[in-house]
């Protein structure tokens, strides 16, 4: 598409969408030492309520995506936010594990319903700027995962549990409303009925993705233990809430920044650079035991998931043709939530067993070696990957 035509497609609507989904994922993990503590529930229930979510959203992913390269982009990204504020209710209305867990399973599946279909429209709606999109849409990520946290926390210390979450579904439901047409982009539309897995027979496509994606082995941990361990500390509510939008700060103020150096670049190096120190930060968590010490550090892997995730959106948006950068983008989204999934629960048992030090002892090593493992299966390094045409 031409930047200059007469359908540019309005990507506004399109990064709203995915902050406000990333906003309400955040106002749940932020809420999570104070809903364990209302409804008496385990570190390991909570893992399994985030690991729900997780699991919901790679089954969505892996099966839906595709549907977006099909032209469908903008129905998705409605029904993902309905089923947003439908989840946000549900919160609202629980009385206690298997209600959290179901709700937090819709979550998942509406994330994996609507972002596939934001990624693959701001990936083609204006190739030539396809970096700096990208790092808008983060802006907004952040944005959202940033301010509606605090935002949230600030209600429940006015209020009560519940009216953060009918407020998130409000929002939700009003944003659907004024959203008018969304414009789907003009990239080639997909034809093909096979399934994203079978992208993994190319192995820069399978070794850029373990790459990209072994940040959420980090954040599959963070999210389940992160409010759990400064309530322990004795934190309160609102510092929970102001702790996201200070993690998240960095991460939003370098995205714009990474995605423009990426389209220059090809963002592979990058990319590892900063998902290295992002890593090797994350041990920190488990050496200091005060609550602002803790959210120092965790503004310091912020900034390296800042750089290194964008850059390597980018890097992974290269990797296969326009008529399937849905599919693509599904394969990232699951294969993000199965490490994430994976490792909430795993993150919450060793919280559960032996505290901080454990899970930040291990999660960091896992988080490096499936870098490794990524390098090693891409076959090429860090070398720049020229996009196939669509079809090939």
Known sequence: MQIDGARTPRLLSYYVAQGLCMGSLASVVTLLGDLRDEFGLSETQLGLIVGAGFLAAFVTQLTLARVADRGHAPLMVRIGLVAAGASMVGFAASTGFSTMLGSRAMLGIAIGVAQPAIRRTVILADPAHTGRNLGRLGVFEIVGFAITPAAAALLAEAFDLDVPFYVLAGVAGATVLMMGRLEADEGAAGTRTTSSLRLLRDRVVAGTLV????????????????????????????????????????????????????????????????????????????????????????????????????????????????????????????????????????????????????????????????????????????AEYVRPRAGD
Do not use: K
């Open 211 to 382: 790459l990209v994606t072994s940040q959420f082995v980090m954040i599959g941990a963070w999210e389940a233990v992160w409010a759990v361990s400064l309530v322990d500390l004795g934190a309160a509510t609102w510092e929970v809430g102001v702790s996201f939008t200070l993690f998240a700060i960095p991460m939003g103020a370098l995205a714009p920044v990474a995605g423009a150096w990426a389209q220059r670049t090809g963002g592979m190096r990058l990319c590892a650079g900063g998902l290295f120190g992002a890593a090797a930060a994350g041990v920190l968590l488990g050496v200091f035991d005060s609550v602002w010490s803790l959210v120092a550090v965790s503004m310091v892997i912020g900034i390296g998931a800042g750089l290194g995730f964008t850059a390597g959106l980018y890097a992974y948006s290269q990797t296969v043709s326009n008529d399937r950068q849905a599919s693509s983008q599904g394969l990232m989204g699951a294969t993000e939530v199965l490490l994430a999934g994976g490792t909430s629960v795993l993150g919450a048992w060793l919280y559960d067993i032996s505290g901080r030090g454990l899970v930040w002892t291990v999660i960091p090593a896992l988080t490096a070696l499936t870098m490794l493992g990524g390098l090693l299966w891409r076959g090429s390094g860090l």
